[in-house]
């Protein structure tokens, strides 16, 4: 089984930053994708950013300049900075990651989502 942890929510106001962090622990034998989702009430889940096991990087369009996502692979950590919040990048923000396990040449790979962390950004 595997675990995702999230820390580093809050409430901020408006143009200030934070940092997300999510670490990934248990029967890990190598993460691919890993990525930050968010939602609000009433609306879907929607893709924040995601960066591949090679450290390429997606970003949606409401974020692009302002959120910077990175990972540290040998700690099994996701991160996303936020710069420039404003109100309506208040949500649950999720971390996702792709985890690879299985021994004796057996290997699974699926998704697995961290608890969620509250961002408040007052205006």
């Known amino acids: 089984q595997v675990q995702l942890v999230e820390s580093g929510g809050g409430l901020v106001q408006a143009g200030e930053s934070l940092r997300l962090s999510c670490a990934a622990s248990?029967?890990?034998?190598?993460?691919?994708?890993m990525g930050w989702y968010r939602q609000t009430p009433g609306k879907q889940r929607e893709l924040v950013a995601a960066?591949?096991?090679?450290?390429?990087?997606n970003y949606a369009d409401s974020v692009k300049g302002r959120f910077t996502i990175s990972r540290d692979n040998a700690k099994n950590t996701v991160y996303l900075r936020m710069a420039s919040l404003n109100p309506e990048d208040t949500a649950v923000y999720y971390c996702?990651?792709?985890?690879?396990?299985?021994?004796?040449?057996?290997?699974?790979?699926?998704?697995?989502w961290g608890q969620g962390t509250q961002v408040t950004v007052s205006s």
């Open positions: 248990g029967s890990i034998l190598r993460i691919n994708a």
């Open positions: 960066i591949t096991s090679a450290g390429g990087t």
């Open positions: 996702t990651a792709n985890v690879q396990s299985g021994s004796y040449g057996v290997y699974t790979s699926r998704d697995y």
